[in-house]
């Protein structure tokens, strides 16, 4: 016998109200839970995710779709832009780094870019087997790419036109794999990279039938005869290349004033368009922050409305009971420990109500990130732990300790004499 | 021993006062507190239970002036001294017989002797009670129950407030035996305050408040 099993009995014979009361907080601490696992999980996704990349120069046209496509591989290009109008960027000497992209196909959903290794050192990507893409038509998996879609280094695979499945399929040209990556915890683990002729052969034959594949090959030979200059993009192409495009590029700023001008000078040609990452991250926030905050709202709503439901449990189950404290109180307990023992029972109430409410979104989290593979390739995972949680936990339980305040200074204040003699 | 020395009591916010009349009780020995409703025999039942502090006057108990205690002494002198009974058998539904008793040592800050639990429900004849809830029990089982929880801590008081008013005669002889009887058994002095003249053949040592001075 203890304050502890009298008020766990107390909260045992009245099953149902228990049960509602210890529900309803805990529904409103699961939606918080499930909010700050994905939020928290996100957030720090996407800014991993645009690190190390400044600005990204796209084709005209909507600056987050300019960095949901090229930096979160999950929306389609805004369109090509012209090799030789990114090389001009590319040479400003605000520009540290220059990255081009060639996106179009994918594989299973998973996206083939066509770019070259210094993308992959921008997520510090590492090899788990085999080698790095070298020659026409070899790709190196991301790490979810391979889990996936189950391809082993050798295996072949046709790529197909989109992101979507039941593209169009380019069977002429297969993919061979070379090269499988460790898990970056990044977008890297959701592509497939090759390098950039690789994606214009494949496109070549398949959109430009008139022209056949040796177009390439005339006009490298054409530029031999002249002197060859590479372009400082891709160093097979000759700079200045007028036919070849790009869909897009990421710049690395050298200081900060390329913050300021860059965007200006790529903004000021009318075919392309820069975006920043930072920037365009932040405006997604703000758009998802919206949604984020009205569920937070529901959220809270529950939670008040459980701390009602308690102090209301609690009050009424009092009026019932001035008895039985008054009882306890003849058999030798101490106002403080009839007081303890109602703040016992609301704390017991929203302890048990967040405890329950926080598994529950983790268990939910959980089974979403195991279910469904979209949220599978985020990342998102149940497993983790923020210290926040504890700042959930700590409140609810003071939630249960101010609902329970009431009835239990009442209880406290309660005259044994007058209501044993007042039957 | 119960010792009451020129004991007067004022009810809160009345000008209604009760002076009781001097008498003392020696230990191990039954009185009987008679008087109609409203005499004051509940009022003088609850401040010699130390459930009432507002009085003037001496209360002895065991030769311990109860108005020499702080609140939380008094809670605990209680809960060691004094075994209440009330009219209404009021236990603990939420909890199991087992539990109501043991529920007595442990507010008073006694350990829990699991073995005096069984001895005493044995005594009642409620063994088989031990896990049943209160609700399955009948209102004379519920009643030893009561009496089982007043006695288990084995005080050396125990005050009964009209545990026979609502019964019939032959109950109300099984009551009072079962009182006299378990109060002899642990040596404890009996005070019982009521208006049931049915008592007075029982309990010879009579203090009767309607003819206070």
Redesign the interface.
């Known amino acids: 016998m203890s304050l502890l099993t009298l008020v766990w009995n107390y909260l045992k014979a009245r099953p149902l109200n228990t049960a509602i009361n210890i529900l309803l907080l805990s529904l409103g601490i699961a939606v918080i839970t499930i909010l700050l696992l994905f939020s928290q999980q996100l957030e720090k996704k996407i800014t991993e995710n645009a690190k190390g990349i400044d600005l990204v120069v796209g084709a005209k046209g909507s600056p987050l779709q300019i960095i949901l496509c090229n930096i979160f591989h999950i929306d389609f290009p805004t369109g090509n832009i012209k090799l030789f109008e990114a090389e001009r960027i590319a040479k400003n000497r605000l520009v540290k780094k220059a990255i081009p992209l060639a996106l179009g196909d994918s594989y299973n959903t998973y996206r083939i870019i066509g770019t070259n290794r210094a993308y992959a050192e921008l997520y510090h990507g590492e090899l788990a087997a085999g080698a790095w893409w070298n020659e026409d038509l070899q790709v190196t998996l991301g790490a979810k790419v391979a889990e996936l879609t189950r391809l082993k280094l050798g295996d072949h695979f046709a790529s197909a036109h989109g992101l979507s499945e039941g593209g169009h399929a380019h069977e002429e040209h297969q993919y061979v794999v070379v090269g499988i990556l460790k898990p970056s915890n990044s977008v890297l683990d959701n592509v497939i990279l090759t390098n950039i002729e690789s994606v214009w052969k494949v496109h070549e034959e398949h959109g430009e039938e008139e022209e056949d594949g040796h177009e390439t090959h005339g006009e490298e030979e054409h530029a031999h005869g002249t002197t060859f200059i590479p372009s400082p993009l891709i160093p097979t192409v000759a700079k200045g290349d007028s036919t070849k495009e790009i869909t897009a590029m990421l710049l690395q700023y050298r200081s900060p004033m390329g913050a300021i001008q860059l965007p200006r000078i790529v903004n000021a040609q009318s075919s392309l368009q820069a975006a920043s990452p930072a920037f365009e991250t932040a405006r997604l926030f703000s758009i998802l922050g919206v949604g984020v905050d009205i569920l937070m709202g529901f959220a809270y709503v529950l939670i008040i409305i459980s701390g009602l439901s308690i102090f209301i449990a609690l009050y009424n189950s009092l009026k019932e009971r001035r008895y039985d404290l008054a009882i306890m109180r003849s058999m030798g307990a101490t106002r403080t420990k009839v007081f303890i023992s109602i703040l016992l029972e609301g704390g017991f109430l929203t302890l048990a109500g967040s405890v329950l409410g926080l598994l529950a979104g983790h268990g939910a989290v959980m089974l979403l990130a195991g279910m469904a593979e979209q949220a599978q390739r985020t990342g998102i995972s149940g497993w983790v732990f923020y210290p926040q949680e504890w700042i959930i936990l700590v409140g609810s339980l003071l939630l249960g300790l101010v609902c329970a305040m009431i009835p239990a200074i009442q209880a406290y204040r309660t005259d044994i004499s007058k209501v044993l003699a007042g039957h | 021993m119960i010792s009451v020395r020129n004991l007067s009591y004022q009810y809160d916010g009345t000008s209604r006062a009760i002076q009781f009349q001097d008498f003392s009780i020696p230990q191990g020995e039954h009185g009987l507190l008679l008087g109609e409703s409203g005499s004051g025999k ?2 003088l039942l ?1 401040i010699i ?1 130390g ?2 502090r507002q009085y003037h006057g001496t209360v002895s108990i065991q030769d311990t002036a109860l108005s020499a205690l702080s ?2 002494a008094l ?2 002198f ?3 001294q004094i075994g ?1 009974i ?3 058998n ?1 236990l ?4 199991t017989v087992e ?1 109501n008793l ?8 006694l350990p ?1 002797d699991a073995a005096r639990i069984d001895q005493v429900l044995a005594s009642l004849g409620l063994q088989e009670k031990k896990k049943s809830r209160i609700s399955e029990l009948s209102h004379g089982q519920a009643q030893r129950v009561a009496i089982a ?1 007043a006695v288990l801590n084995k005080p050396s008081i125990i005050l009964a ?1 009209e545990p026979t008013s609502a019964l019939d005669d032959k109950n109300c002889e099984r009551v009072i035996s079962l009182l006299t009887d378990v109060a002899r058994q642990n040596g404890a002095t009996l005070l019982v305050a009521t208006h049931d003249q049915r008592l007075k053949d029982r309990i010879s040592n009579r203090i009767d408040l309607t003819t206070a001075p």
Do not use: M, V, W
């Not at chain 2, 603990?92 to 909890?95: D, G, P, R, V």
């Not at chain 2, 043991?102 to 800050?109: F, H, I, N, Q, T």
């Open positions: 509940t009022t609850h239970g459930l009432l609140e939380a809670d605990n209680r809960g060691r209440f009330f009219q209404r009021h603990i539904s939420a909890l539990k043991a529920l007595s040592p442990y507010l008073a800050g829990i929880r407030d």
